[in-house]
Each structure stands twice: as C-alpha cells, then as structure tokens.
C-alpha cells in the first residue's frame, strides 16, 4: 500500500544552518505530497504542497520538489531560525487518506 | 480559514469510562478523520468519515467508535477507556477529492490520559 519513510531520528543544528529532511515514498500513481508542521502544544499545519513531478512546493522560507524518478519530496530551508523548532511530517495522498510519515523533532539551537 | 475545533485540550478520565471526543468543522468539508498520536508512533488512523452517517475503519480502529449525525460534527468514542488508550487524539477535515487538492486540515488536539 502507500507509505511515506522518513529518516530516523530527531535533528538539532544550529540557528541559520541549512536543514535538510528526507522523505521517500512508495505509491502507486501519481499522488499529492504534503509537509506538515506541528509546533509545541498545537495540532498540524499544512507547510507545503506538490500535486504533480517537478513541482516545487514553498512556504516560509522551505521548499521541496516532488522528484518522480527518486520517489522523494525531501524539504530544505536555508537558514534555520529558534522559532523553526517543530516536529515535521511528510505525507502523500492515498485513497481518500493521506499516509504520514512517522515524522521529525527538529531542535533549532540559538 | 478553515476551522478545526476539539471539544477539549486535556482530559482525565478512570479506566472503564465512557469517553466522548467532540470535533467541529466550519468549513462544509465531507471528510472527516480521527488520529492518534505517540511518540515513535507518528499519526495513525482511527477511523474516518465522508459523509453524513457514513464511517470507514482506519488503521487501528479496536476499543473505538465513531458517530456522524451532522456534516460538521464527528465525534469519537471510547466504550471503555483503558491506559493504552492514553495519547493525543487529533481530529481533521478536509474537502472530498474532486472539490480540492485534498489538504486536511486539522484541531489543536486533545491530550487524554486514562488512569
């Protein structure tokens, strides 16, 4: 079925470091693909969102190309700031459902 | 903006109660959905509806209910709480696949603990 792997582990850099996360996905088709945020104490919000390969979805400073070939939505930001300090989440749209991925802590140190 | 709410941010409930999480939406959206989150865990699927009185198992239904008597409403159920069922329950909605891209759209979360 469709599942979203995403790497192990949580992530600490420091302020104004590049963050990579990586998303890898097992789908049949062409499904959307999504990154979710959820800050401390709330529930998730939409970051970023690619319907179709090549895509480059963009919010806030992070970006992620939908990669067909790869089977990859990895997300960047160029310089992280404290308030970037989330847990994220890639997801792809399945059959009437999205698919997460188990999710990342990302820890932005001042 | 779409609107999400949860009828509850934290909850203590005893073992063997009847528990009642409450979801709003404000946004005529025909999906609805029911997760719960651990750590190590991610989000996973308890059951989800997309329309009015209609309800589809997810990924780890057991020990769970659901009921959908008004399209923006979509309430769970715990017929018998137990400590497993400890956890942050989220609750989502989002358009039916051809009226949208299909973004959900989620509530702050009820944090639950079954002692």
């Known amino acids: 079925g469709d599942s979203v792997t995403q790497m192990e582990g949580p992530v600490t850099l420091s302020e104004e470091a590049f963050l990579t996360i990586n998303c890898t996905y097992t789908?049949?088709?062409?499904?959307?693909l999504f990154w979710y945020v959820q800050y401390p104490g709330e529930g998730l919000q939409l970051l970023l969102k690619a319907t179709k390969a090549d895509d480059k979805g963009s919010n806030k400073g992070f970006e992620a190309t939908y990669r067909k070939e790869t089977t990859s939505f990895h997300l960047e930001k160029g310089s992280v700031q404290v308030s970037d300090s989330a847990v994220y989440f890639c997801?792809?749209?399945?059959?009437?459902?999205?698919?997460f991925g188990k999710g990342n802590q990302v820890v932005v140190i001042p | 903006d779409v609107k999400v709410t949860q009828s509850s941010r934290y909850l203590v409930k005893r073992t063997g109660e009847k528990v009642f999480l409450e979801c709003v939406q404000d946004?005529?959206?025909?999906?609805m959905f029911w997760y719960r989150q651990d750590p190590g865990l991610g989000l996973r699927l308890i059951y989800f509806s997309y329309d009015v009185k209609m309800k589809e198992k997810g990924d780890i239904p057991e020990g769970y209910s659901v009921s959908r008597e008004k399209k923006e409403r979509f309430s769970l159920i715990l017929e018998s709480a137990s400590t497993n069922q400890t956890s942050m329950y989220l609750c989502?909605?989002?358009?039916?696949?051809?009226?949208?891209?299909?973004?959900?759209?989620f509530g702050p979360g009820t944090r639950l603990t079954v002692t």
């Open positions: 989502a909605s989002s358009l039916i696949v051809y009226r949208g891209t299909y973004e959900q759209y």
């Open positions: 997801a792809l749209r399945g059959n009437n459902r999205l698919a």
């Open positions: 946004m005529d959206h025909e999906n």
């Open positions: 789908a049949t088709g062409y499904p959307s």
